[in-house]
């Protein structure tokens, strides 16, 4: 059985605050440094896009899964969609009827508002703005929608040709039907203002809870604490190019309500020593590294085992699970690092800033005794 | 005695755990029967991101002018509200080649019928045998599915103080029509209830009756309560689509999660010995239990971002055991006896625990509250995990550590509790 703890040790981590502080601050700079040159990498889901359905009908033998595969290699390889090509295979199927129908499979293809054309790289949510051209005031998108079509039903027609020659297919044949629609993205623009918007709320509420708990100095560097977990993890899935789609948005809430607890964990404890008498002449600075101290196992180890969790979700899982999972390891360093290095110096700093320091709430017990003794006494 | 009484609740605890388990997470054929045996997981509904559903695209009846000038945002609003109120919180609203909607739902039985209702303008309208319109949806404040005195569905309606005005108006004058006194409710174009009017009825409340199934009046009061939208929709093309995160996306989560577990069992019972096999335990019983609270309750619904509140309330049902052993650890070395550790470990921890938990619950709360679609589920999905990872972590481990206590010799050496623990400062 292992024994670790580091409750008799003694940290001096509330005085070197100005350089933890220091350390956090880059990373995130140089994240939001990178975000403002290259952008985020954000995903299919928040971008408007244009989706292009490739049904394939009648072919005999037709190998749904190569097809797939091969696609799939042509669009991100060959043509450099630049990773922002999804697919979902669907089976084609009326309004009243659900089940497969035999021998059609439709696929569909999800662009991003930004694609490769000639090696460079265009904005599909651009505008055209030449009046002369017949698609004044669409958007490249629509126009390119068109050009991708094209582009896909020539691709699709050599690869069926090359592969399945026996169908005979030709441009006119049967055997294939490419339709492409743009997608607005307003909608999902929508979602995350609401969800920014209850994220908000959501920690008001739980300021509120700590502040009535606690202190409201440790409600405050609780929130503050809980801001900077959530911009080191923005900061550094944008570093990492990690593509934010929907589950982004979970991620931010998980991690939001998961290093919350580590911080209150650290709060209970210099709650718990502020309160004890023998302490009353202690200063904040060793109440924090004591409360730091005394909770150092317990955040290693909690940290340690959700990590397993979510690294074994990134191991195992699909594309979009990692790209939920990263952005959770990285919320969960952060919260690691901030609940051991910042939320209880923020606490003693704030503390210095609204000069409290070193009033302890034993000494006002002891001190409400001392005058309730005196009264009785005179 | 005590001791055959410990070791025969362990061994039930144990084959409970194996038996529930398995009819957990394993699927698997009946024998001598054709049917499957389909696991409690399996049957927690999941959302279009894990188990695929359907696709439409919805287009307005106009011309394509007036769809230029059409309000889009609003009409995504009402229909969003159907969807929510129907309980497809997870299914997505699109605006696709700049008029027209595309709505993706997940599996349901019905796709045909939920789209219908989607699109239906649900213009409500109370008419008289002249065609004459005394009511509309407007004046209905709310709408709600019932039952009448026969015990047949039906919608009651609650008006707005204008609208009871005018109902009132409207069955004075019918009653005493000579033509006919039948008031004619419309729904479109569809005539869904058509009573007789025999007397003049100043009422805040009405209800339609004579439907014929509790489906059918769930949606019109759904289609009512969200509003008219100002045009109707035609369907285009429905599709049937895959899991929009890909295949295999629950599996390999369900893969991951049962690794996670064993290395977390190891870990616990690595750093906290016989209080870690306990909490494994414990948290053995807590996957279980959450999986059949998350099957039981109709109005969850799994998607990725409920399987992320999944794994955090696993976590956080760790986290609760941690604090608490650490505690217990910390009052042992600083000269407590075993039970007296135990004992003020639990009462002290309970209360981190507790703040811990209450605030991560009034997080999952708001967020209920506030959003709609996945994100909804992902409160949901945490709220119910750390109100059960709290009974299993507190309330739970502490019970098998007191079945635990007769089979021990040295409680100290099982719990690994040291009375000095090493210093190096």
Redesign the interface.
Known sequence: MVNFSFRDKKFRISEKFFLYLAIGLVVIAVGFVFMAIKGMNVGIEFSAGATVEVSVKNIENFDESSFKKDFEGWLQGDRNFDGTVEYKDQYQTSTTQTSRTAGVATFEFRFGTKMKSDGQEIDLSATVDDETSDDYGKTLLMVKAEEVKKEISTAVLAYLQDKYPSAEVTETSEHFEINAHTLDNDVMLYTIRTAFIAIAVAIVAMLVYICFRFTWVAGISAVLTLCFNVLVMVSLTTLFRIPVNSTFIAAVITIIGYSINATIVVFDRVRELDALPSMVNESDETIANKSIAATLSRTILTTLTTLVVIVLLAVFGTNSIKEFAYPIIFGLIAGAYSSVFLAAPIWVYLRKLFRQSGKRSSAKKSLKKKAAAATTNA | MRKTKSIVILTILAVLIVVLGTASFASFPIPNSIRDYNSIFSQISKGIDLEGG?YAVLTPEVSEEEADKLDL?SV?QTIRTRLDDKGYTEA???????TSL?VEIPNVDN??EVLEILGSQGKLEFRDSSGTVWLTGDDVEKATKGYDQDGKPCVNLEFTANGQKKFANATETISSSSSDNYLYIYLGDTLVSQPQCKETINSRTASITGLETVEEAENIAAVISSGALSVSFV?G??????A???E??VN??L???G???L??FA??I????GMGVAASVALAVYVILYTIVLALFPWVQLT??GI??I??S???A??AN??IF?RI??EY?SGKTCTAAIRAGYK?AF??VF??????V??????WI??????QG?AIT?FLGVLVSMFTSVVLTRWIMKLFRPLTKNEEKFY?L?RK?????
């Open positions: 359907y945002d995504i997505t609203i699109t605006k696709q080649d700049v595309r796709a045909d369907i093309e429905t599709r049937q689509i895959s929009t995160l890909g295999g996306v390999n989560a893969i991951a999660a690794i996670g577990l290395v977390i870990i616990l690595i750093f906290y010995g990725f971002p992320a509140g794994i955090l696993i976590g956080m760790v986290d941690v604090v650490e650890k910390e070395a002290r209360i981190t703040d811990s938990n209450v605030t991560t009034i997080a999952a709360i708001v967020l506030f959003c709609s679609g996945s994100i992902f945490l690994g040291v623990e090493a210093t190096n400062g």
